[in-house]
């Protein structure tokens, strides 16, 4: 069995998106508006394949299917996580996730979405929308009608380094200049509560203000979800998510270390540095599956990394 699956990314060109995805990591993409990098992604919308080896070629999709063994037999219809780099040169609209409940009943048995934001770089004096002010749905729906945006939404400074959990009902949006990792559960279901009164091809896209106000939490609350730092030698890892849907740690350091993996699977996102793991090459920009044959990572080089799992 293969021990590190490395994946090539589905990039996706959207009208908001910047250079970044090509300039820093050197991803394929088609034109100067690479919004998003569907990194490891067995979702229909953004098929992430195999890079190189035994599986080349193959989507995440086919070896979830025709492959269970790799992530420890788990159950489940679809691959349960779904990571992306966004680089977004404009303002995002501002959107919220059902979760799973919802999904199920409104969606045609749909799956919800929790997600977090690691961030990778933004502007000096960057921000980011999570939740709100109102402190009941009535507040909430008079603050809608009335459009006091600046009044309802909560604008959190950000720097590199940050890290967001967002569950499913937390009103949230990436401002413009932000370059993030996301890490989420595998659903494309988005309801949309403003978009700035933009146009698109001469009208407004589609807002979805009933299920957003369905689903919307009120009060909103920001959890801290990020643990203390764990010195490991010339390594330190970091709890950055703890959720019932997924957990983050952040390694980051240089020379050998080892890790190790009694998951199903990991998902490991290489930030920044490079080296070696498992004797195979790894650098920035590169996102592989530690496959559940793989009991042991023993990193060689100097990396900072994301490494997510269920
Ligand atoms: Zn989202």
């Not at 979830?64 to 996580?81: I, K």
């Not at 609209?93 to 059902?98: K, W």
């Not at 919802?102 to 929308?129: M, V």
Request: aromatic share 8%; glycine share 10%; hydrophobic share 35%.
């Amino acid at each position: 069995m293969e021990e590190l699956i490395f994946m090539r990314p589905c990039c996706r060109e959207v009208i908001w998106g910047g250079r970044r995805l090509r300039e820093i990591y050197g991803y394929k993409t088609d034109g100067d508006h690479t919004g998003e990098a569907w990194v490891v992604s067995a979702n229909e919308n953004g098929l992430s394949v195999v890079d190189r080896g035994e599986y080349e070629g193959k989507t995440l999709k086919e070896l979830w299917d025709g492959h269970r063994e790799l992530f420890g037999n788990l159950p489940g219809e679809e691959f349960p996580l779904l990571v992306k780099i966004i680089d977004a040169k404009e303002d995002l609209s501002i959107q919220v996730h059902p979760d799973d409940d919802y999904a199920r009943t409104h969606e045609n048995g749909a799956r919800g979405k929790n997600e977090c934001w690691y961030i990778l770089d933004c502007p000096e004096n960057g921000d980011i929308i999570i939740g709100h002010h109102a402190q009941n749905k009535e507040e909430l729906r008079d603050m809608v009608e009335k459009q006091q945006w600046d009044r309802l939404l909560n604008v959190l400074p950000i720097h590199r380094g940050d890290c967001f959990y967002i569950p499913s009902g937390t009103v949230h949006a990436i401002r413009r200049g932000t370059l993030l990792l996301e890490i989420q559960q595998n659903s494309d279901l988005t309801y949309r509560l403003y978009d700035y009164g933009r146009l698109q091809n001469g009208k407004p896209r589609r807002l979805h203000l009933k299920e957003s106000l369905d689903v919307i939490c009120c009060p909103s609350h920001l959890e801290r979800t990020r643990e203390e730092e764990v010195c490991r030698g010339d390594y330190t890892s970091c709890i950055l998510v703890r959720s019932p849907f997924f957990t983050v740690e952040r390694w980051n350091g240089r020379g050998k270390q080892e890790i190790l993996q009694p998951h199903p699977f990991m998902i490991l996102d290489i930030l920044e540095g490079e080296g070696t793991i498992n004797g195979q090459a790894a650098k920035k920009g590169d996102h592989l599956i530690a496959t559940a044959g793989c009991r042991l990572l023993r990193l060689n080089g100097s990396f900072e990394l994301a490494a997510s799992w269920i």
